[in-house]
């Protein structure tokens, strides 16, 4: 039981550089979500998804494009990579859209942009 | 919009001891669910506990307990006999009971556990 998959672990990009974070989750849960972790401001939600075709801004959405194609699927593109998006990315899944539902988090990818 | 505070960046406890970690939230809804994740060095993120806060009773999970008090808005947790493996961020967070919301974290306070 795979869970929630995040591709890549680690990144390292150079400034105007553009890149997909992969999530994947094989739970068939509708609701999925993307949060950047900054050291002192807890996870904060950057887009998130209700279904398929589905899409809304969270919080910190400037630089960040999301698609949800397929249920499985929430890739979370960089269009031109800035310092400011150095940071470590969590994608999470839940069952439904009731706020019951615990969500599963993948294991983060740490992004550096120089 | 709503906002959840932890006021204690870091916070400390000799093993076998119990500590409790603050939190408080600010919303105008009725109507939501808290919870507290554990984040240890390998960066999962772990559910600890859930409180549903159209129940009075505060949520256990083994050493794990709230003292929720929602009229206070307030939703702190407490760790029973510590242990080395209980050393990690935790960040409490909340959510709406209204349908399509995230969750709103707090800025986490860091648990070292001292042997």
């Known amino acids: 039981n795979a869970g929630v998959t995040q591709t890549p672990k680690f990144q390292v990009l150079k400034t105007g550089q553009s890149m997909t974070l992969q999530c994947a989750q094989d739970m068939n849960h509708e609701y999925m979500s993307w949060y950047r972790q900054d050291p002192g401001m807890g996870l904060r939600l950057i887009h998130y998804s209700v279904g398929a075709g589905i899409t809304d801004q969270g919080e910190v959405p400037n630089g960040y494009n999301v698609s949800r194609s397929t249920t499985e699927d929430f890739p979370l593109r960089l269009l031109s990579a800035a310092p400011s998006q150095t940071s470590v990315y969590f994608c999470a899944s839940s069952r439904g859209q009731g706020p019951s539902q615990p969500q599963h988090f993948g294991d983060g990818t740490r992004l550096s942009i120089l | 919009a709503q906002t959840v505070t932890q006021s204690q960046p870091e916070m400390s406890v000799q093993e076998a001891e119990t500590v409790t970690l603050s939190c408080t939230y600010d919303?105008?809804?009725?109507?939501?669910?808290l919870f507290w994740y554990k984040q240890p060095p390998s960066r999962q993120m772990i559910l600890v506990i859930r409180q549903e806060a159209y129940k009075q009773q505060n949520a256990t999970e083994n050493r794990f307990s709230v003292n929720f008090q929602k009229a206070a808005k307030s939703f702190s947790l407490k760790i029973s006999d510590s242990q080395l493996g209980d050393a990690a961020m935790y960040f409490c967070a909340y959510r709406s009971e209204a349908g399509n919301t995230p969750l709103v974290f707090g800025k986490g306070t860091r648990l070292s556990v001292i042997a």
């Open positions: 919303t105008s809804e009725s109507d939501y669910y």
